[in-house]
C-alpha cells in the first residue's frame, strides 16, 4: 500500500516510521525533551526491520537527541538510501557534543547551516523532505524562509519542503507561497481528529503526516494498568502540549475514551495500535501516519496495519458516533 507525498509525487509507504524516540537524551536545563536512553543496535534492526516490512518513509528531526537520531537513521539505511524516503526537521538549535537544546532559530541562515549539518549526520547529499518545526511561528516569519528553501529544491539538496504545524490558516498560507511545499506535519489521531487540517491538505494537493498518530504511545493499550515511563522520559514532564499523560501515566480522561473504541479498533483481528492506524489511513487518502518506533516488535505491530487496511465505512462511522457523535 502506497501514498504520495503530496504534490512532489514521491510514492511512500502508507504507513512511514518516526524517529523522535531513537534519539535518545535531549536537555533543556533539567528537563527532558528525549524518550530516555535508547540502544542504537536496536534501534538500527528496528529500522531496518521496518524498511523490510515496507516502511520507505521515515520522519527525523535536526534536534531529536541533539543530531543522534539522524546518525542512527543514517546508519540503518545506509546501502538502502535510493529506496527510503528521508525527512528531517530544522528550527531548534541544539549542541551535539552535550545533548543540551538551544533556543529557537526561525532565520534562513540557520535553515541552510542546520541542513548542512543535517545531511552530514544522515550521510547523504540530499534531504526528500525537509520540514520547519517551529510550529507556532507567525505566517510572515514562515513566508520570509520560503526563498531559502526555493533555492535549495533549485541546488538539489531537498527535493520538497513543509511546516510542522497545527495551524490550518498558517499551513494553507505556507502551501500557497511555496511551489516547492509538499506536506504539513500536525498532530492526528483517532483521539484528536484535524477536520481543519485535513481540509487545507486535501485542498492543496499536500501530504498530511500525521504526528503522534498512537497519541504518544497510549494508543499501544500499555498503560491501562497505571505504569508510569521513566524521569528520562518526555512523557513524564511538564509540557503545555503534553496532555495524554500525568506524571508520566495515562490521563485517566484519555483512557476513558480508548476504551469507548477499543472494540471496533480491534475488530478483525487488529491490535489496538493497528485499528487506530488503520483509522487514520480511513480518514483520508491524504494521510501518512508516522507512529515511532524503539523496538523491531512495535515496527512488526505498526507494519502489520497494511495487511488489514483503512477502517471500513460503518467501522470508521461507528467510531466517529461514540467519540464525537
Known amino acids: 500500500m502506497v501514498r504520495t507525498l503530496g504534490?512532489?509525487?514521491?510514492?511512500?509507504?502508507?504507513?512511514?516510521?518516526?524517529?523522535?524516540?531513537?534519539?535518545?537524551?535531549?536537555?533543556s536545563g533539567t528537563g527532558q525533551l528525549g524518550w530516555g536512553p535508547v540502544d542504537d543496535d536496536e534501534s538500527v534492526a528496528a529500522l531496518q526491520r521496518a524498511f523490510d516490512l515496507g516502511a520507505t518513509f521515515f520522519d527525523t528531526a535536526s534536534n531529536y537527541g541533539a543530531g543522534h537520531?539522524?546518525?542512527?537513521?543514517?546508519?540503518?539505511?545506509?546501502?538502502?538510501r535510493d529506496k527510503a524516503v528521508i525527512a528531517t526537521k530544522w528550527g531548534y538549535t541544539f549542541d551535539e557534543a552535550t545533548g543540551e537544546a538551544g533556543p529557537e532559530d526561525a532565520g534562513p541562515q540557520y535553515l541552510r547551516s542546520c541542513l548542512d549539518g543535517c545531511l552530514r549526520r544522515l550521510g547523504t547529499d540530499y534531504v526528500d523532505l525537509y520540514q520547519f518545526h517551529l510550529g507556532g511561528v507567525s505566517v510572515t516569519t514562515a513566508l520570509d524562509l520560503i526563498g531559502t528553501l526555493e533555492d535549495l529544491v533549485a541546488e538539489g539538496r531537498i527535493r520538497a519542503y513543509g511546516w510542522s504545524t497545527d495551524e490550518p490558516g498558517s499551513a494553507e498560507a505556507f502551501a500557497r507561497a511555496g511551489a516547492g511545499c509538499t506536506?504539513?506535519?500536525h498532530d492526528h489521531?483517532?483521539?484528536?481528529?484535524?477536520?481543519?487540517?485535513?481540509?487545507?491538505?486535501?485542498?492543496?494537493?499536500?501530504?498530511?503526516?500525521?504526528?503522534?498518530?498512537?497519541?504518544?504511545g497510549l494508543l499501544s493499550g500499555?498503560?491501562?494498568?497505571?505504569?508510569?515511563?521513566?524521569?528520562?522520559?518526555?512523557?513524564?514532564?511538564?509540557?503545555?502540549?503534553?496532555?495524554?499523560?500525568?506524571?508520566?501515566?495515562?490521563?485517566?480522561?484519555?483512557?476513558?475514551?480508548?476504551?469507548a473504541i477499543r472494540d471496533v479498533l480491534t475488530s478483525g483481528g487488529r491490535t489496538l495500535a493497528q485499528g487506530a492506524l488503520a483509522w487514520l489511513l480511513a480518514r483520508s487518502p491524504a494521510t501518512i501516519p508516522i507512529p515511532g518506533c524503539r523496538t523491531i516488535a512495535q515496527v512488526e505491530?505498526?507494519?502489520?496495519?497494511?495487511?488489514?487496511?483503512?477502517?471500513?465505512?460503518?467501522?470508521?462511522?461507528e467510531v466517529e458516533a461514540l467519540l464525537r457523535g
Not at 537520531?69 to 538502502?80: D, F, I, K, N
Not at 505491530?301 to 462511522?317: K, S, Y
Open 7 to 27: 504534490r512532489s509525487g514521491i510514492e511512500v509507504g502508507a504507513v512511514g516510521v518516526g524517529c523522535w524516540a531513537i534519539g535518545g537524551p535531549l536537555h
Open 69 to 80: 537520531s539522524e546518525v542512527v537513521l543514517g546508519r540503518a539505511l545506509a546501502g538502502h
Open 183 to 185: 506536506a504539513i506535519q
Open 189 to 216: 489521531s483517532v483521539l484528536r481528529d484535524a477536520a481543519g487540517m485535513i481540509a487545507v491538505c486535501e485542498s492543496l494537493g499536500l501530504a498530511s503526516i500525521a504526528r503522534g498518530p498512537l497519541a504518544m
Open 222 to 259: 500499555k498503560y491501562h494498568d497505571g505504569r508510569q515511563v521513566g524521569g528520562e522520559d518526555v512523557r513524564s514532564q511538564e509540557h503545555p502540549w503534553l496532555s495524554y499523560f500525568t506524571d508520566g501515566a495515562g490521563a485517566p480522561e484519555w483512557l476513558a475514551r480508548i476504551d
Open 301 to 317: 505491530e505498526n507494519l502489520g496495519t497494511l495487511a488489514f487496511g483503512p477502517l471500513a465505512g460503518r467501522e470508521f462511522t
